[in-house]
């Protein structure tokens, strides 16, 4: 396992098909092996496709963005 960070974003809607049984008991789903640090988990709308597809894909891209630019300004002119 290596000192880095990872992001896994996963599917609210998304079941454990095609995941092997001895991983689905860990919500990182084996991810945690490579990595010293704990996995930081994001679930989104949608299933593994869906959530890929609008309108879902702007929550996906709201997770990515969080994590790339953590400073960022969360809210707009309209919002304040």
Known sequence: ???VP???LRGRDSSSFGVAQHLRS???WGWSAFS???IDLRL???DHIGMITMPNVL???REVDS?????????TP???
């Not at 994590?67 to 809210?75: I, S």
């Open 26 to 28: 860990s919500p990182g």
């Open 67 to 75: 994590v790339l630019h953590p400073q960022a300004r969360t809210t």
């Open 59 to 61: 929550s996906l891209a």
């Open 78 to 80: 309209d919002t304040q």
């Open 1 to 3: 396992a290596l000192p």
């Open 36 to 38: 010293t640090f704990p």
């Open 6 to 8: 990872i992001l896994l």
């Open 44 to 46: 989104t709308p949608g």
